[in-house]
């Protein structure tokens, strides 16, 4: 008989050396406080459009409330098809080069399993969002991280793309627009780093949810890269661009081969997505780029506000290309990014995440989400500057959104 004190023993140990999740595990505090302005959770302030609620509502009192393809609704991915062949020109046969996730958190874990096998070495931009190293982990893979740094405005180079290479690597996983740093890629690299992959035969798994949300330049997209499309599994979604972060919807595209294959894990787990959620999908796909339009051009309102309202409380902060996040140092507060998050919740009831929940890159930064409404930023900004100036910083002037 195993007691009480032992069944930890029983658990995978894989399962059982992984971190919580630093977003989640810092958002149990923030529960439990009252009035607290949270510019935390990457989610968007903006109710899903209601003509996209419609369309599930429409769905639901036609009856639409069975299984769909493994696969997903053929009319959902035929829609995807058009999207992708229209913004970046690069084409996908719908009916066996697209799946339609469980969000792209599914899409991620599906993409992992299918190709890690144990040992391979998956190559990791840092900072990085926090599922990437676990789901690299779990696939029986090695997470290898890339470091960036603010220096070279969070951005990968093919340089150190090689220099990570070993005889064991098999896979870059790409983010971008980054979560946390909202850095871009501009194409001139993008191409130098798909060379880099070509040379050394790697599969790229390009997590590109925040394409959308592109403010500076234009947004590449992974397989539209010459020889990329066939070594490329792109991953993108509803949540972000169409405020739809609770309706789970994401996809996966790639050569036959490789989405077949994630196809069998998905049957045998998932089945297939919410039908309703797909409807919705397909209508954000089919009349949402308006409401799409009006939302991005909100967040690139905040994201200026933001980036005044940093530097005029004496914090260094990148400017964000894409995405809706800030990543501003704080190393001038004297405090590490733990200690900053804590005391900013505990002392002013402001919500961020600290940077190194996503690596160790991402010591002496906290993550600001402004996907926020402009009152609650106004806010959050006055008491986060009168916390800066109590921990001995030169605040510029007032702030004032």
Not at 183 to 198: F, G, N, T, Y
Not at 283 to 297: D, F, T, Y
Not at 351 to 356: E, R
Request: hydrophobic share 40%; charged share 20%; proline share 5%.
């Amino acid at each position: 008989m195993i007691n009480k004190m032992e069944w930890s023993k029983m658990i995978n140990p894989t399962v059982r050396s992984l971190p919580p999740s630093g977003i989640r595990k810092f958002f149990d505090m923030v529960t439990e406080i009252k009035g607290v302005i949270s510019l935390g959770v990457g989610e968007p302030d903006f109710v899903t459009p209601w003509h996209i609620r419609e369309g599930c509502i429409y769905s639901l009192e036609k009856g639409y409330t069975m299984y769909t393809s493994n696969q997903g609704l053929l009319e959902l991915r035929e829609a995807i098809s058009r999207e992708l062949d229209t913004t970046y020109g690069v084409t996908y046969d719908a009916r066996r080069e697209l799946l339609v996730t469980v969000g792209v958190s599914e899409g991620l874990d599906l993409a992992m399993r299918a190709l890690t096998c144990p040992g391979d070495e998956v190559l990791i931009p840092e900072p990085s969002y926090v599922s990437y190293a676990p789901c690299t982990m779990m696939a029986g893979g090695v997470p290898v991280h890339i470091p960036t740094s603010v220096e070279d405005n969070f951005r990968l180079t093919a340089d150190r793309v090689e220099a990570a290479i070993t005889p064991r690597t098999k896979i870059l996983l790409l983010c971008y627009p980054n979560n946390p740093t909202g850095a871009v890629m501009p194409k001139k690299e993008l191409l130098a780093i798909s060379e880099v992959v070509r040379k050394h035969n790697l599969i790229v798994i390009s997590d590109e949810i925040y394409d959308k949300l592109t403010y500076t330049g234009e947004h590449t997209c992974v397989p539209s890269l010459p020889g990329m499309r066939e070594r490329t599994i792109l991953l993108n979604g509803f949540s972000k661009a169409y405020a739809m972060t609770g309706w789970r919807v994401g996809y996966a595209a790639g050569n036959a081969d490789f989405i077949a294959a994630m196809t069998k894990i998905h049957q045998y787990t998932m089945l297939c997505a919410p039908i309703t959620a797909q409807m919705a999908a397909a209508e954000a796909l089919k009349n949402g780029r308006s409401g799409m339009q009006q939302m991005v051009q909100q967040y690139n309102r905040r994201r200026h506000l933001v980036m005044q309202a940093f530097s005029e409380m004496g914090l260094h902060c990148f400017e964000p290309g894409g995405a809706f996040y800030a990543f501003p140092e704080i190393s001038a507060t004297g405090l590490t990014s733990e200690e900053f998050a804590e005391r900013l919740l505990m002392e002013e009831k402001v919500a961020l995440v600290p940077g190194n929940a996503f690596g160790p890159s991402g010591e002496g930064f906290v993550r600001c989400s402004y996907a926020a409404s402009v009152d609650d930023l106004a806010e959050a900004f006055r008491r986060m500057a009168r916390f800066v100036k109590h921990c001995g910083v030169k605040v510029k002037t007032v702030v004032n959104l």
